[in-house]
C-alpha cells in the first residue's frame, strides 16, 4: 500500500499562485506515475494533470494548460502541481494520486492509489 500525503493548499486570491506537494514515504516511487486531480463542491471529481516516471511526459486538462505544471523529485519521492494564474473556478479538494503500471491509467482516472487531499479555495 502506497500513502500519499498532499499539501500546500490554502486560501489565494484570483490571479495568485500555489504550490502543492505530494510526498510518498515508498521506496519505489520512481517506478509509479503520478498524477492530480481536483474535485470542486458538487461536481465530479476531475483530471488535471500526470506525469510519467521520470518526468520525461506530462499531460493536462485543457482548463489548466499553460497556468499549471506538474514535476517531480524522485530522490525526494515527492510530486508537485504548480498552480499560476489562480481562478475562482479551480477552487476544490485537489488529490494526488499514482498508478503502478502507466500514465494512461492516471490520465483515464483510474490510479492505484489516492491521496486523501487538500483544499485550494480561490476568492474572487
Known amino acids: 500500500q502506497v500513502q500519499l500525503v498532499e499539501s500546500g493548499g490554502g486560501l489565494v486570491q484570483a490571479g495568485g499562485s500555489l504550490r502543492l506537494s505530494c510526498a510518498t514515504t515508498?521506496?519505489?516511487?520512481?517506478?509509479?506515475?503520478m498524477g492530480w486531480f481536483r474535485q470542486a463542491p458538487g461536481q465530479e471529481r476531475e483530471f488535471v494533470a500526470a506525469i510519467s516516471r521520470i518526468g520525461v511526459t506530462t499531460d493536462y486538462a485543457d482548463a489548466v494548460k499553460g497556468r499549471f505544471a506538474i514535476s517531480r523529485d524522485n530522490a525526494k519521492n515527492t510530486v508537485y502541481l504548480q498552480m499560476n494564474s489562480l481562478q475562482p473556478e479551480d477552487t476544490a479538494v485537489y488529490y494526488c494520486?499514482?498508478?503502478?503500471?502507466?500514465?494512461?491509467?492516471?490520465?483515464?482516472?483510474?490510479?492505484?492509489?489516492w491521496g486523501q487531499g487538500t483544499q485550494v479555495t480561490v476568492s474572487s
Open positions: 515508498s521506496r519505489t516511487f520512481s517506478t509509479y506515475a
Open positions: 494520486a499514482a498508478d503502478r503500471s502507466s500514465r494512461s491509467r492516471v490520465v483515464g482516472g483510474t490510479p492505484d492509489y
